[in-house]
């Protein structure tokens, strides 16, 4: 019931979403000299109120447009209703009524005999019935919508006998009025928003028919690869068809194993947790950490020859990340399909670890679009040239400039790193929606050796060296902070990255970069030493 909960609030603000963009478009076909602001709050002595829409005429007739999404309806009582679900009822016309008196004793503190004219604009629906207190010419419903400019033309012809100017009326309304929302607040609703705009892959992708039993996926961060990844799970399991899902990087495979599909496919995890399972290794915690590395590869050697030795039949094998691995790995999963099976190779062109792959024969699709950079920071990434084509965002978030902060020493470091996060709190974004990101190794790093930054009234939730069923613990804070490179495959709305300090912006920084300035999906801030500044300067 909690998850039908959720779904259904995501539903009904997609849906507020949609009509109020409707509305929106339409009001671009308002001849010039009139103004359009949305949010205004009209809040007066206690009482908080929201006008979605005014529009101000030039004549200074104000215009309120209180938009609805979907049908309301008129109940056996006349009165015009709206059903939340769990939240009851209310009343449309007597919130209409109320915000009405609200925004008339608000515009009389401002000035006397203002023009004011309301409508209820239902872009997606109509009023069902006759509702109580309502004048039918103050409904535009779906079938009005294209009469909406028209009716507010007609507004602007209305008596009036006020003596201030739409400017003042304007700029009063701007400077006083209007909604400065804060930033986390819209954090939920751009994710929901970007899912949906990067949900194209997972659409797509899993509809291709080819006799060739490779399909590789080129796309950069944000574009959905992990959707699509879900998706062709899903379908291989309608389908009563085998599947793997291999990634190098262990966020995305733990967010893939905490899902419900990993009931239903044969196995979801890393590629060295695969080849240890197949191979019935050691564990590699019993393994002295000097030699975890040349462990590690032995293991991947011998699960290699398995694959080649053709020990398996999968139908569907997933393979995320696939940049991160030797070619010779990845071309040697196509041995372990079924006769008809596939193998998907998802990676991201522009951070790569490992050594390209070359197929004989594949079917290729490369994407350039991210749905969860937001645009203004994907900008910076182009003019920087830190990917191997220009990144394309469809985020519908626009975003600003990433802010930048230098230092010139440890004790500069704390502070500018402080200075970031106080201005990410001034923007609104409450301490669990922001990280912060080293970009030097866990034990290098000054600032994961702080987890106060020097004072205090931070907290930083840091790395322990303690696991718990596989799984990283970390320590008490409230803001999160680790290394770049562990945060691959997770973001969050305000990302800060510190310790920037490379000698040269060569391809190794730049896929670094990169993979830092991609974790943000609303602001980004870099704590730089001033020599890279300079570096990065030249280059914008």
Same mark, same amino acid.
């Not at 009343?91 to 515009?107: A, E, H, P, T, Y």
């Not at 400077?175 to 929302?181: G, P, R």
């Not at 495979?253 to 590629?271: C, R, S, Y």
């Given at each position: ?272 947790? +695969?080849?240890? $399972?197949?191979? %019935? #290794?050691? @564990?590699? /915690? ?7 590395? &040349? ?117 500069? +470091?704390?502070? $500018?790193?402080? %200075? #970031?996060? @106080?201005? /990410? ?7 669990? &929606? ?107």
């Amino acid at each position: 019931m909690a998850h039908r909960g959720i779904h259904m609030d995501e539903q009904k603000t997609r849906q507020g979403e949609i009509a109020e963009l409707m509305v929106k478009k339409k009001l671009e076909d308002l001849p010039p000299g009139y103004s359009v602001i949305a949010n205004v709050d009209i809040a007066a002595e206690g009482k908080s109120s929201e006008l979605d829409t005014v529009v101000v005429t030039p004549t200074g007739v104000i215009v309120v447009l209180e938009v609805k999404a979907g049908n309301l309806i008129a109940d056996e009582s006349g009165h015009v209703v709206r059903d939340y679900g769990a939240g009851g009822q209310k009343d449309i016309v007597k919130q209409l009524n109320r915000q009405g008196g609200i925004v008339r004793n608000r515009l009389a503190a401002f000035a006397k005999n203002l023009t004011i004219r309301s409508f209820l604009v239902l872009p997606t629906g109509k009023l069902d019935g006759y509702g109580i207190g309502i004048d039918s010419a103050r409904v535009i419903d779906a079938d009005r919508m294209d009469e909406l400019c028209n009716i507010i033309l007609d507004c602007d012809r209305l008596p009036h006998n006020h003596d201030v100017s739409k400017d003042t009326i304007v700029e009063f309304l701007e400077n006083h009025c209007v909604v400065k929302q804060s930033l986390s607040s819209i954090s939920e609703t751009l994710d929901i928003r970007c899912r949906e705009l990067s949900s194209g892959l997972a659409t797509w992708i899993p509809r291709i028919e080819s006799p060739l039993a490779v399909v590789e996926v080129n796309a950069p961060a944000g574009a959905g690869k992990t959707q699509l990844a879900l998706s062709l799970l899903q379908k291989a399991h309608q389908e009563k068809r085998s599947a793997w899902y291999i990634n190098t990087t262990r966020n995305i495979a733990q967010k893939l194993q905490d899902h419900p599909i990993n009931q239903h496919v044969e196995f979801i995890g890393t590629w060295h947790e +695969l080849a240890i $399972e197949k191979t %019935r #290794a050691e @564990d590699p /915690a019993d393994i002295d950490s000097l030699k975890l590395s &040349q462990y590690f590869n032995d293991v991947s050697e011998a699960f290699v020859q398995k694959l080649e030795d053709g020990n398996y039949s999968i139908d569907c094998i997933v393979l995320d990340d696939a940049q991160d691995l030797k070619s010779d790995w990845v071309v040697a999963l196509t041995q372990a399909l079924s006769s008809d099976g596939t193998l998907y190779v998802l990676s991201d062109p522009n951070f790569k670890t490992g050594e390209t792959v070359e197929f004989t024969e594949s079917v290729r699709v490369n994407s350039a679009e991210t749905a969860r950079i937001p645009q203004r920071v994907t900008q910076v990434i182009n003019e920087l040239a830190l990917t191997s084509s220009p990144l394309v965002s469809t985020s519908p978030y626009q975003g600003d400039v990433p802010a930048f902060f230098t230092y010139s020493g440890p004790a500069q +470091l704390l502070k $500018e790193t402080r %200075r #970031a996060v @106080d201005e /990410a709190r001034k923007e609104g974004f409450s301490d669990d &929606q922001i990280a912060i990101l080293s970009m030097k190794g866990r034990h290098s790093s000054e600032i994961l050796c702080s987890p106060t930054l020097g004072l205090d009234k931070y907290s930083l939730k840091q790395p322990l060296d303690e696991f718990k069923n596989g799984r990283q613990l970390f320590s008490d804070g409230t803001i999160f902070n680790d290394t770049v490179r562990r945060f691959k495959g997770l973001q969050a709305p305000c990302i800060i990255l510190t310790e920037v300090d490379f000698d040269e912006l060569d391809d190794q920084t730049k896929s670094l970069l990169y993979l830092g300035m991609t974790r943000a999906s609303m602001s980004l801030k870099i704590v730089l030493t001033d020599a890279f500044a300079q570096k990065l300067a030249a280059c914008l």
